[in-house]
């Protein structure tokens, strides 16, 4: 009974540190970016995934960046009649409904050189008449802000200006602006500038309106809110995407929905435009729900679009956003969905989840809800946990963390409730951990399970190793770079039939003991399993083994001495020589206890283990002792290895290069490397389908090395190939259906 009260004694206080976080008293730094990992999630889980048509990027990209001789309009900033261009030919040329720009214009534009021509008229020509009458006809085409601004009246235009924490701009000012006044409010709670970037007049006059682009990073540096409203100087501004809904819908006036919270003041809730609210936080932040990474909308290039090359029909009756993707811009930010995400595209999925009623909602009873969720779980968990049996406390656990989960992700998905959701699931979490760890964990016992466990699968002084920190391993399956081994004897079935069962069970218990100190104790590897006369071990697991594929390879070498050390034995009892066959290859493996409820083991499964099994098989084709992967190869740094062949073999379509491993370089003799020169020259031939030469290479090591049978099968393969070529697209590769 006592442990029950020390044990619910301490849940209450874990819940009582995360119902303190939720109420702001103090903070647990790793909720944080828990809740924004969880943020993401959802974010992603409800993500449409789709094309939007509705808006289409006109993008600055790189292509439109190249010099004019490549076929660009040269690096950025564009002069402005370039630009009014552009908006000119998206209204008269392609139809479209209405462009926002995602550019700030708040500096003039002296690339035409008319403020010079300007002084000249004043100063040193100031008599000249035909200079005056000359600068009369050019100005309207150098005063190149007044024909960007004289294009914006080709259609509704929205314009684009900053905040920020310096200077305001010298020639550019702000658009009214709204007096919060007219809401009936006189204290609203936003992101709040004293500088902007603001519109020149002569571009200001011509918009159909204005909208700031500031972007909106949390502290982890991820975009997940726009400000709907930002305060400069007592009045408030909308953003880019609310100007553009507010254009769409009839330029009507900024409405806000608000509520009394007693003494925590009048705080609006949504924003209203033309009959559609947006929500907002305190600050008046709105929440966006992103469609997906980036490039959820059309893009096509700002210089296809100058140069008449995008058809019409993909920009008729769009929004076009004109912004940018080009890195040297600086115009990429981070965002649930994607890290680098075009600023543009923001704005985009703003929009169209303004147009479609999508924002996302975080009311201010969230944190209400928030502290009932960490109180309601862990009392839960608690009390659950502290009376219940281990296997009841389990699925109390999931049951709790299934059902919250669900119950989040369906307020998100039907009423677009973003609810917290990381205090909650930590507090459960935690709470889980102290039920199932308190009193179970115990060291001793936790070293003779471990020893228990591994003792018949890997050497005793690794089972100790272990033993010392059993935490750090466990028979439940992970993934894991490891190095399988297959051995078998051949032509087992005959010599089976020529001995007694008693001599043949003598011999079969020498050969797997012998192989198996062979593995276990000479090579630390970890013995799988015996089938018949098969022998299945690997290495780099339970314990990690950086040097897994070289032990591997050393222990293949060793079976075949040893191998050869039993044939002296067992012809002195007038017993049959044994042959072995090794294979080995390295790669991702699952390894752990598996199986069934009625027989377990720890073993390794999938593709690169099924492929060190037709390696072994392979072995008595090729006629070699050993044959090792492709990836065990590229792992053996010091070794000399005779290339094979390349193989396709059953149930994979991507060849593969097979070796065989013959020892260390550094004890490779002369005459050997000079063979393998000399089979690398005969197999670059025979891939190259120059029989001629490849005949000619083989027969001279045919000649010199009659006991390699690897020479004589491409001997024959050559002679039936200069007979009868083989297909058009032949890789080189030998095909092996069979096992």
Wanted: charge should be negative; aromatic fraction near 8%; hydrophobic fraction near 45%.
């Amino acid at each position: 009974m006592r442990k029950h009260w020390l044990r619910t004694l301490a849940g209450w206080a874990l819940v009582g540190l995360f119902a303190g976080h939720v109420a702001a008293w103090w903070n647990l730094p790793l909720l944080n970016p828990m809740e924004a990992l969880l943020h993401a999630w959802r974010i992603n889980a409800i993500a449409p995934r789709s094309l939007d048509e509705r808006i289409v990027v006109v993008d600055i990209d790189e292509k439109s960046l190249q010099e004019k001789d490549r076929g660009g309009e040269g690096r950025w900033p564009w002069r402005r009649d370039r630009l009014g261009q552009l908006v000119t030919d998206l209204f008269s040329d392609y139809g479209v409904s209405l462009v926002a720009l995602d550019v700030i214009l708040a500096e003039k534009d002296a690339s035409s050189g008319l403020d010079i021509l300007e002084q000249l008229a004043q100063g040193e020509l100031k008599a000249d008449a035909a200079f005056a009458t000359q600068l009369a006809q050019l100005r309207p085409r150098l005063a190149f802000d007044q024909v960007l601004g004289k294009s914006l009246q080709a259609g509704p235009v929205v314009l684009g200006y900053a905040f920020h924490n310096g200077s305001p701009s010298q020639h550019a000012g702000l658009p009214p602006g709204i007096d919060p006044a007219a809401w009936g409010l006189s204290d609203v709670r936003a992101q709040s500038f004293p500088g902007y970037a603001g519109l020149l007049p002569e571009l200001q006059a011509h918009a159909a309106g204005a909208g700031h682009i500031n972007p909106l990073r949390d502290e982890d540096g991820i975009t997940r809110r726009v400000p709907l409203l930002v305060e400069h100087g007592g009045r408030y501004y909308p953003s880019l995407g609310m100007a553009v809904v507010q254009v769409l819908t009839g330029s009507e006036p900024l409405g806000v929905v608000s509520a009394d919270y007693g003494q925590g003041g009048r705080r609006i809730e949504k924003i209203t435009v033309g009959g559609m609210e947006a929500p907002v936080d305190g600050a008046l932040n709105a929440l966006v729900p992103f469609r997906g990474a980036a490039h959820s909308f059309a893009y096509v290039s700002a210089v296809d679009v100058l140069q008449g090359r995008v058809p019409k029909e993909q920009l008729a009756n769009r929004i076009v956003l004109i912004g940018t993707s080009a890195a040297g811009l600086a115009d990429l930010v981070t965002t649930p969905t994607a890290v680098s995400f075009p600023g543009v595209e923001v704005h985009a999925n703003l929009i169209t989840a303004l147009l479609d009623g999508r924002l996302l909602q975080a009311p201010a009873y969230a944190q209400g809800l928030e502290l009932l969720g960490v109180l309601v779980l862990g009392a839960l968990m608690v009390l659950g946990g502290a009376w219940l049996k281990p296997g009841h406390t389990i699925a109390l656990f999931v049951t709790c963390l299934l059902a919250t989960v669900a119950l989040a992700m369906g307020l998100l998905q039907a009423q677009q409730l973003m609810l917290p959701l990381g205090a909650p699931l930590a507090c459960l979490v935690a709470c889980f951990g102290l039920q199932m760890g308190y009193g179970y964990f115990v060291e001793a016992r936790g070293k003779r399970h471990m020893s228990a466990l591994f003792a018949h699968y890997v050497p005793p002084e690794l089972v100790e190793k272990m033993a010392e920190n059993p935490e750090a391993f466990s028979m439940a399956p992970i993934e894991r770079e490891l190095t399988v081994l297959f051995a078998d004897v051949r032509d087992f079935t005959s010599i089976s039939e020529n001995l007694s069962p008693n001599a043949l069970a003598e011999l079969i218990n020498a050969y797997l003991t012998a192989m198996s100190e062979v593995i276990r104790d000479g090579h630390h590897g970890t013995l799988d399993k015996y089938i018949g006369d098969a022998v299945m071990a690997f290495w780099g697991a339970p314990v990690s083994d950086a040097q897994h594929a070289h032990n591997a390879t050393a222990a293949a070498l060793a079976m075949q001495k040893a191998a050869q050390a039993l044939n002296r034995d067992f012809q002195a009892k007038g017993w049959p020589t044994l042959h072995i066959g090794i294979g080995l290859n390295s790669g991702l493996m699952r390894v752990g206890d598996m199986g069934s409820k009625i027989r377990r083991a720890y073993t390794v499964m999938g593709d690169a283990v099924n492929l060190g099994s037709r390696l072994e098989g392979l072995t008595k084709i090729y006629g070699v002792g050993i044959l090792i992967g492709e990836n065990t190869r590229a792992l053996l740094t010091d070794w000399t290895c005779r290339e094979v062949d390349s193989v396709r073999v059953k149930g994979k379509d991507q060849a593969i290069a097979i070796y065989e491993p013959l020892g260390k370089t550094a004890e490779i003799g002369p005459a050997l490397v000079l063979e393998l020169m000399h089979w690398k020259q005969a197999l670059a031939a025979y891939r190259a389908q120059n029989w001629d030469a490849a005949a000619s290479l083989l027969g001279q090591l045919t000649l010199a090395y009659p006991e390699q049978r690897l020479y004589n099968l491409f001997a024959q393969r050559v002679d039936i190939f200069s007979v009868q070529p083989p297909v058009p697209d032949w890789d080189g590769a030998s095909n092996f259906d069979s096992k």
